[in-house]
């Protein structure tokens, strides 16, 4: 060990003269960061969306501040929507491996895919909720993989009153 | 590629080998940026090479990127100190 500590302390010196080419054991930011949560609470958001249009459709709206607020739901609903993709895609392709996904994963992710798209494409609370139920789906995959257990339980404060998966940490 | 190669060893490589076999420590370029990366030959089919790096749960290997080429096979590591 002494030998190696010497070894490494004339290395460390030449190196730093010379600059030794680094190599690394990473081909990216091996950060390790991930988190379904920001999935679930943006198909809350794209139920919440389907929500308040169904409310303002009642009023047959048509004045221009209801016709504005219609729009900018339906704008909110497309940008998380499009989130939901985003982060459940990030997750899958980047923290999902042979050891912790299965063929059961991945059709679940290429469901929600297609889910998110679908709520997208229609203002229909049904959708939005069946969006929200393969994300909390992905969630307690996600959290088995770390071995940590979660619990069912009505997102607090949420108007969606809609159920959200937790670790239990 | 922890615990064989932890942050900060230095690597001594050979950029003259004959053979590669599987079990050998490799640095390569990584295709996608140019990167030089080290990983352990795990299966070779012809001019291909199948690597995985020794920290399976943690490592990003040919099961994210695939296999990689003969030519972008920079060297063997023949010494860690």
């Known amino acids: ?169 | 590629m922890v615990p064989a190669l932890k942050p900060g060893d230095y690597i001594l490589v050979s950029t003259w080998f004959r053979c590669i076999s599987t079990g050998n420590m490799v640095v390569f370029k990584y295709p996608k940026s140019g990167m030089l990366l080290v990983k352990r030959i795990s299966r070779i089919n012809g001019e291909e090479y199948y690597v995985l790096g020794d920290n399976l749960p943690k490592s990003q290997d040919s099961r994210e990127f695939g296999w990689i080429e003969r030519r972008d096979i920079i060297g063997k590591v023949i010494l860690r100190i």
């Not at chain 1, 929600?112 to 709520?119: C, D, F, L, T, V």
């Open chain 1, 1 to 169: 060990m002494a030998m190696r500590s010497i070894a490494r302390s004339i290395l460390s010196a030449v190196d730093k003269v010379v600059h030794f080419r680094e190599v690394h054991a990473h081909c990216d930011i091996p950060c390790g960061i991930y988190d379904p949560h920001q999935a679930q609470v943006a198909a809350h958001t794209v139920l919440r969306m389907d929500m308040l249009i169904a409310d303002l459709m009642k009023s047959n709206p048509t004045s221009a501040d209801d016709r504005n607020k219609l729009v900018r739901y339906i704008a909110v609903k497309e940008q998380h929507a499009e989130l939901v993709k985003h982060e459940v895609r990030v997750i899958w392709g980047d923290y999902a491996k042979p050891e912790n996904a299965d063929a059961k994963t991945h059709e679940l992710v290429w469901s929600i895919m297609k889910a998110a798209s679908k709520a997208k494409q229609d203002a229909n609370i049904e959708s939005a909720k069946d969006l929200l139920s393969k994300v909390e789906q992905f969630a307690e995959w996600f959290w088995k993989t770390k071995k940590v257990g979660t619990v069912r339980a009505k997102a607090p404060g949420f108007p969606t009153e809609a159920e959200m998966v937790f670790p239990k940490v």
